[in-house]
């Protein structure tokens, strides 16, 4: 990290994104960090906007952008006061995902806080924060369990690729502290399946033998190659269709910050993130650090 690293927090005033403030803000004071808590208003992409400004406010302080920078900077000031921290409001109008992605990478911040239900009906549980991520070489942390503790516990998801290799490093650069759950999701036929086809029971146990044995194979050389500390490194195998049994994982397993990486190239709704980072952040009951 910088000597004064920057971290971003996006705030809308929704419920959700006053957890991701409060998040941030632990983050910071750790990291003795500065924060920035930014307020996009856009009328464009805001369709409720009723919903996150009372109208008396309104009229009291001179309109909706207005009230917004007022009770933006009431908020830094609680939260400077309340950990300890230095803070600086920012209040921008436009596109909320351009804004955001602009305010992030002006200020060389290591990190972006998002609240999972935030900035009104643009969010669609976390397709914004996928959006911002495609524009900008920041991490994204988006809060959905509502925690403002700082994360000691992590699950790191793995694949075969460069984004989940650079994802690990980072998260272990972020939280050089935390337990690391180093997990691996893979198929295979299942049994029944199996003998309905007529194989043996002796066939039967060598294919899932292999199949775990080369799921092993593959954690063991991602700790290797992410060189990853051993007595905070802890491997952890899944079987299932890699979405559900990475949800299903985090339930089991409960860990405070599920980390996961871009893979591939090209457009966004193809291949820069994938069906399976997609599904946890719209299903995982926990927070997830999304790494370019």
């Known amino acids: 990290m910088p000597a004064t690293p920057v971290v971003i927090a996006a705030h809308d005033f929704s419920q959700d994104s006053h957890a991701a403030l409060r998040l941030a803000a632990t983050l910071a004071r750790e990291w003795k960090a500065r924060l920035g808590v930014l307020h996009v208003f856009d009328d464009g992409a805001w369709a409720s906007v009723r919903q996150l400004y009372r109208a008396d406010l309104w009229a009291s302080e001179g309109g909706p952008t207005l009230a917004a920078r007022t009770q933006l900077s009431r908020q830094s000031l609680d939260l400077a006061r309340d950990y300890g921290i230095e803070t600086f409001p920012e209040t921008r109008t436009g596109d909320a995902v351009t804004e955001i992605a602009r305010f992030t990478r002006e200020q060389g911040a290591c990190l972006l ?84 086809d007529g194989t043996s029971e002796e066939e039967i146990g060598h294919i899932l033998q292999t199949a775990q044995a080369t799921a092993q194979g593959v954690v063991d050389a991602f700790i290797r190659e992410c060189a990853l500390p051993p007595m905070q490194t802890e491997p952890l195998l899944l079987n299932g269709f890699p979405g559900y049994a990475l949800v299903e994982g985090v339930r089991q397993h409960r860990p405070e910050l599920l980390v996961m990486g871009r893979h591939g190239r090209g457009h966004l709704d193809e291949t820069l993130f994938g069906s399976v980072t997609r599904y946890a952040v719209e299903h995982a009951p926990t927070n997830v650090l999304l790494v370019p």
Not at 117 to 137: D, K, Y
Not at 175 to 195: G, I, N
Request: proline share 5%; no cysteine.
């Open 113 to 196: 806080v998002l609240g999972a239900h935030g900035l009104g009906q643009a969010s669609l549980l976390g397709t914004t924060a996928l959006h911002v991520l495609e524009r900008m070489h920041a991490p994204v942390l988006l809060t959905r369990d509502g925690s403002a503790a700082y994360p000691t516990r992590l699950m790191i998801a793995t694949e075969d690729s460069e984004g989940a290799r650079r994802a690990a490093q980072r998260a272990h650069e972020l939280f050089p502290q935390a337990r690391l759950l180093v997990t691996h999701a893979y198929r295979t036929e299942s049994p029944d399946r199996l003998r309905l």
